[in-house]
């Protein structure tokens, strides 16, 4: 029995020991841990990159998951809990829920509206405030097609192609299968591009698509691109417009598992201004700084929020 009672008296001390040494996250100040991920595209990288200087400079504990996946692998990761943060675009909403019929999405404060509405109901995540910047889904060419064949709306575009003009466009997978991608384009200027006219990225990283545009890799003179691209004229490509408004707004936002939200309501303080804060131009500006001039997200992200006073250092 003697042996039994020092037994047990000698774990209460081993676990009493234990959590001296480590003491629990509210004992120590930090908050988390939080799970922050993005897509595989040079803004995921860097929107992601804000969150997380953000947040670790306000004591939360951060795993960093940027460049998880694609827009599918995100999206299921952060229901199942696999991610608890991630940048994603209230256009996005249409697909989600089955919506891509409504003109909803094509008013940027009525489709965040719509996306935060149903995205809460339906699987408690929270959305944060967008950024008042369309990344919306876009096509870009070499300046010298556009020049040659007086290509600059989607119109033209799709009446080159008709005419039996070449043409190879690279673009994601999400891109050229997602019915709001380029199937809403076809459909709506009445062009139809087959699998000899297609390059195939695994990821939706227009830096890949863009350069492969600009450079001619097998073919290519066609790139899926994003309105907030900040490669476009450095590579000598011209973004094509959309006269008949086909696409959705895509505006980022942070979203949230709502769990997480509700024991952490301050992230919306810490993260809205910053995302508020980032309007086209200054998104063009930032992504052409890691897509053209090389250099790391973190590190542009941390020279914005240190310029805009975010950070202190």
Known sequence: MGKKIILVISLILSVALVAVACPSNSESGAKGPVVVGSKIDTEGALLSQMIIQMLRANEFKVTDK????????????????????????????????????????????????????????????VWLSPAPANNTWAIAIPESLAETENIASLADFAAYVSEGGYVKLAGSSEFVTSPVALPAFEDAYGFQLT?????????????????????????????????????????????????????????????????????????????????????????????GRIAVGGEQASQVAHDYLVSHGFLSS
Not at 98 to 115: F, L, P
Not at 226 to 245: E, H
């Open 195 to 287: 699998g000899s006219q297609l390059l195939v990225f695994a990821s939706g990283d227009t830096a890949v698509t863009e350069k492969a545009a600009a450079e001619g890799t097998d073919g290519v003179n066609t790139a899926m691109a994003y309105g907030t691209d900040g490669s476009l004229a450095g590579l000598g490509l011209v973004l094509l417009t959309d006269p008949l408004n086909v696409q959705p707004v895509y505006e980022p936002a942070p979203i949230v598992r709502g769990f997480i939200f509700d024991r952490y309501p301050e992230l919306a303080t810490i993260l809205n201004p910053v995302f508020e804060s980032l309007d086209l131009e200054t998104l063009r500006t930032l992504n």
């Open 66 to 125: 940027s460049q998880f996946g694609t827009t599918q692998i995100v999206r299921q990761a952060i229901i199942n809990g696999e991610l608890d943060i991630y940048p994603e675009y209230t256009g996005n909403g249409a697909f989600f829920f089955s919506e891509t019929e409504s003109g909803i999405w094509h008013d940027a404060e009525a489709g965040y509206q719509r996306v935060k509405e149903l995205d809460k109901q339906a699987n408690n995540i």
